[in-house]
């Protein structure tokens, strides 16, 4: 019989809304994991090499993010194989029109694929949640917010505020900036964010960056280690 979570994904598979909505995608959704899963990685939309080889961060994004988890101690397959991989949007958003990387998706895309990113989390439950990259982050912290301000931290949404619902507990993370402490409930949901692995990016190249990154890398690793995630 079918679980929840499949049904899901065979609809999000299906998917075509984007397109029939006028915006130049690719269809065919990209994600990657289980119900069992403990941790939800969660980045910006996937590329075309995503697309094709129909795992998210096949490519290049992939080697910067295997990095820094492999460095909080998951091998690359261990990750994919244990825990769960989407994007704020799934489907490949196409080349942006100066040419530079690929299109940022827009708010209409993120609205009409934002229910799916709901329910993943509903059924998955995860324990950790890591939003990669500023569309991801946005999900979770106010728009103003800088990347400074939020790599490094960690947030802890308590059951109370998981109980009223996903839409909720998506927005409001900053609110519950929290030093990493394992006794609190296990049924509440930690939140590490990390800015987005593509190359594109130099933003993680500079020295005082890199020291945030290694803080959440630091607070990723302890989380691991405490739960055996
Ligand atoms: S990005 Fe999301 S909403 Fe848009 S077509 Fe793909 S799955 Fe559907």
């Not at 992939?62 to 101690?73: E, T, V």
């Not at 989390?121 to 946005?138: D, E, F, S, T, Y």
């Not at 930690?190 to 990154?213: D, T």
Request: overall charge positive.
């Amino acid at each position: 019989m079918s679980s929840a979570l499949t049904v899901l994904q065979k609809e999000m598979r299906g998917c075509r809304m984007c397109l029939e909505a006028g915006y130049a995608i690719t269809p065919g959704a990209v994600f990657q994991g289980t119900a069992g899963a403990r941790v939800m990685l969660i980045g910006q939309a996937p590329g075309y090499t995503e697309v094709e080889a129909k795992r998210p961060f096949n490519a290049g994004s992939g080697q910067r993010l295997f990095a820094w988890l492999g460095a909080a101690g998951w091998a690359e397959q261990e990750f994919r194989r244990r825990h769960y991989m989407t994007s704020v949007t799934k489907c490949y958003p196409g080349r942006s029109a100066n040419g530079k990387g690929d299109r940022v998706p827009s708010k209409a895309e993120q609205q009409l694929c934002r229910p799916y990113l709901e329910r993943e989390m509903a059924l998955v439950n995860p324990r950790v949640v890591i939003p990669g990259g500023g569309l991801a982050i946005k999900l979770f912290y106010a728009a103003r917010l800088r990347l400074k301000d939020i790599i490094g931290t960690a947030a802890y949404i308590p059951p109370a505020v998981l109980a009223q619902g996903n839409k909720f507990t998506l927005l409001g993370a900053y609110r519950f900036l929290a030093t990493f402490d394992p006794q609190r409930p296990e049924n509440g949901r930690w939140v590490v964010p990390l800015p987005h692995p593509s190359g594109a990016s130099l933003w993680p190249n500079r020295p005082e960056n890199k020291a945030l990154i290694q803080q959440a890398v630091e607070l990723l690793a302890e989380m691991r280690a405490v739960w055996q995630l």
